[in-house]
């Protein structure tokens, strides 16, 4: 019997998709495990494995085509024998509408869904594999749901996310409905301006329309929703890093023969990851309706890529050596650009870096990246008259940072415990070593 190939949900975020290419035409017999195609999600390019085994009947997207929408059908796959016209009367089946969920009440479990990879493909209690989807792999992880009890509404009865959301969605239906008309009513969503209404405005000016790819549109979404209910607020200092500059000179003179060369970068991603070691109550993150203390410093570092940016996470810094952080950054920035980070490599972490400094900018103000409680807005280290400590005043190098806390997370006097302990590891730079 001929099987459509749905597009999959290769991230938690993901809601359509570009196939930038096939890896298999058709005829090519395919396994289990075979690789099909590469499709770019919102924020990288992913392989996409074949689940069922047979012949390519008819490849349904052509390669380039962007836009393609969750569980929309993308090829169909043959059984052995089976003749190509089947392909052609295939339909595509049926999915059934996901309840839906309160705003409020889903927020906290999306982010458990998105920290976690997705599991194992899970077997029944007589050892046959179950096919289901990585994503309803993953919502079925969150929720406690047996997918060895589920019927599959996809190809060859292979599980999808409707079927382990409509499993759980009874608890959510006995929900009295005048509750979601109340939470609706009490928290209107504020109109944006049309496309339309807008081009009204620049009427014969001369412009080019950018259409949104989703990388755009998933960062227009979390920034707005960062800046929307994070209650944020932002601590200043600035350190001098004289000391640091001529230590980072004498190691790199030292690792030259080892092709190793330290950015001021490093430093500070050693110095937050030993700080949020120092002050363990501000290594946290929001989690809706309670806070995850983390124990290990996983900090993330913007990177900023044609387009976007991602936020790679350096797992365990706190316990790595300043080379070993220096190759994995340089590592995960260079993937970023060419989009080949897989997810687990940039979700997660509790505290962000976002450096500036590079490109001239002295000061700004960073958006908080949830679930994280805090981001580090790094400026340029200028030559700037100071006072000492005898008085006098002698020139200094002097680097400007802004913390952006979350609130709900981390307050005023802790956030300043943060801030005080990454300066003094900058100020103090040998101490990071020890």
């Known amino acids: 019997m001929a099987t459509q190939i749905l597009m999959p949900a290769l991230s938690p975020t993901m809601e359509e998709g570009t196939l930038a290419k096939w890896l298999v035409k058709e005829g090519d017999t395919v396994s289990s495990g075979d690789i099909l195609a590469e499709i770019e999600t919102d924020k990288a390019t992913m392989e996409f494995e074949a689940v069922d085994e047979g012949v390519v009947g008819k490849l349904l997207v052509a390669e380039g085509t962007s836009g393609v929408k969750v569980n929309d059908p993308i090829a169909v796959i043959l059984d052995e024998g089976e003749d190509a016209s089947a392909a052609e009367a295939t339909k595509a089946p049926k999915v059934a509408p996901a309840p839906e969920t309160p705003k409020a009440e889903s927020a906290p479990k999306a982010e458990a869904v998105s920290a976690a990879p997705a599991p194992a493909a899970p077997q029944s209690t007589d050892g046959k594999r179950i096919f289901a989807s990585p994503l309803a792999r993953r919502i079925a992880a969150d929720k406690g749901i047996d997918l060895?009890?589920?019927s599959g509404s996809?190809?060859?009865?292979?599980?999808?996310?409707?079927?382990?959301?409509?499993?759980?969605?009874?608890?959510?239906?006995?929900?009295?409905?005048?509750?979601?008309?109340?939470?609706?009513?009490s928290a209107p969503a504020m109109q944006q301006p049309s496309a339309s209404a807008i081009a009204k405005m620049y009427e014969g000016?001369?412009?080019?329309?950018?259409?949104?790819?989703g990388m755009r549109k998933t960062i227009a979404a979390r920034l707005t929703e960062a800046k929307q209910t994070i209650p944020h607020f932002y601590l200043r200092r600035s350190v001098k890093l004289d000391a640091l500059m001529e230590f980072r000179s004498q190691l790199n003179k030292q690792l030259e023969g080892r092709g190793v060369k330290l950015s001021v970068n490093d430093f500070i991603i050693k110095a937050c990851a030993?700080?949020?070691?120092a002050v363990p109550d501000a290594n946290a993150v929001w989690a809706g309706d309670r806070v995850f203390k983390m124990k290990a410093s996983d900090v993330a570092v913007a990177v900023a890529i044609e387009g976007g940016?991602?936020?790679?996470v350096l797992q365990d810094a706190e316990s790595?050596?300043?080379?070993?952080l220096s190759a994995e950054m340089k590592d995960l920035?260079?993937?970023?650009?060419?989009?080949?980070?897989?997810?687990?490599e940039y979700q997660g972490g509790s505290f962000a870096i976002s450096n500036l400094g590079m490109m001239g900018i002295e000061n700004f103000d960073a958006v908080i990246n949830p679930p994280h409680g805090a981001i580090l807005a790094v400026g340029a280290g200028i030559k700037t008259p100071v006072v000492n400590d005898a008085g006098e005043i002698e020139v200094a190098t002097v680097m400007s940072m802004t913390l952006s806390v979350d609130h709900r997370v981390i307050d005023g006097a802790l956030g300043a415990d943060l801030l005080k302990s990454?300066?003094?590891?900058?100020?103090?730079p040998m101490l990071m070593l020890a």
Request: hydrophobic fraction near 40%.
């Open 333 to 344: 920035a260079k993937r970023a650009r060419d989009r080949k980070l897989a997810p687990h």
């Open 309 to 312: 940016l991602f936020t790679p």
């Open 154 to 185: 996809g190809p060859k009865g292979r599980i999808v996310k409707a079927d382990v959301e409509a499993a759980q969605g009874g608890a959510k239906a006995a929900a009295p409905a005048a509750q979601s008309t109340a939470t609706t009513a």
């Open 148 to 150: 060895s009890s589920l």
């Open 274 to 277: 030993l700080a949020l070691q």
């Open 422 to 428: 990454i300066c003094e590891n900058l100020e103090n």
């Open 320 to 324: 790595k050596s300043l080379s070993a």
């Open 205 to 213: 000016r001369a412009y080019e329309e950018i259409e949104l790819n």
